[in-house]
């Protein structure tokens, strides 16, 4: 079966600080594909990155960096210098090769106090 | 300009009386699917289709229904909804060049509350 999870629920921090999101992932599959997405106060779900588990390379755009290691199943995300545009629900997701179903974590709401 | 639209993006309704949310995009995509979204569930795919007349039971497809007539539509039908079906809606749509590989982009949301 597969499973992510993102354990924590909610993260303030104060603005322009370095916040990390985390994402833990199980799947059965040896190729699967991970992605993040963002959902802000006005409720839309804006992709942010797609990774292939063949992948293991960091990907940094931005402020954006993403930590990929297949080690530890984990997909995490650092937001550096957080701005209050950057508080929204954050969402990691899974999708195995062998399935057309997409597994969501249950969101990490991230709070950047000016 | 490339896009998932939903309709209605918010619905009263009443326990019992059939309704259908609309889903369609304009990327050609062949792969759409239906998620909802409740407090501290995230996420969670009810059905998903990979092409015209081609569909699949999600993680919770329980009270819910599903058509792909056309490759651009993919309404959702509550026959007949109760309040636990109060949620927020989400279609979305990707290309299906393989399995699971994909972006899926998102409609704006469906607010739905079961009385």
């Known amino acids: 079966a597969q499973k992510v999870t993102q354990a924590q629920t909610e993260i303030s921090v104060v603005e322009k600080e370095d916040v990390t999101l985390d994402c833990v992932y199980e799947?059965?599959?040896?190729?699967?594909?991970l992605f993040w997405y963002k959902q802000p106060p006005s409720g839309e779900l804006v992709f942010l990155i797609r990774r292939n588990s063949f992948d293991e390379q960091n990907e940094i755009s931005g402020r954006y960096s993403w930590n990929f290691q297949k080690s530890t199943s984990s997909f995490n995300f650092t937001i550096t210098a957080s701005q209050v545009v950057d508080s929204a629900v954050y969402f990691c997701?899974?999708?195995?090769?062998?399935?057309?179903?997409?597994?969501f974590g249950t969101g990490t709401r991230l709070k950047v106090l000016a | 300009e490339a896009q998932v639209t939903q309709n209605p993006r918010y619905l009263i309704t009443v326990t019992g009386k059939k309704l259908t949310v609309t889903c369609s995009q304009n990327?050609?995509?062949?792969?759409m699917s239906w998620y909802r979204q409740d407090p501290g569930l995230g996420l969670r795919q009810i059905y998903y289709s990979m092409n015209v007349e081609v569909t699949d039971k999600g993680d919770v497809p329980e009270g819910y229904k599903v058509s792909r007539k056309e490759k651009r539509n993919f309404p959702l039908i509550l026959e007949s909804p109760s309040p636990n079906q109060t949620s927020l809606y989400f279609c979305?749509?990707?290309?299906?060049?393989?399995?699971?590989?994909?972006?899926?982009?998102f409609g704006p949301g469906t607010r739905l509350t079961v009385l």
């Open positions: 997701a899974l999708s195995g090769s062998g399935t057309y179903k997409y597994i």
């Open positions: 990327m050609n995509h062949e792969y």
């Open positions: 799947t059965r599959d040896t190729t699967y594909y």
């Open positions: 979305a749509s990707s290309l299906a060049r393989g399995k699971g590989t994909d972006t899926q982009y």
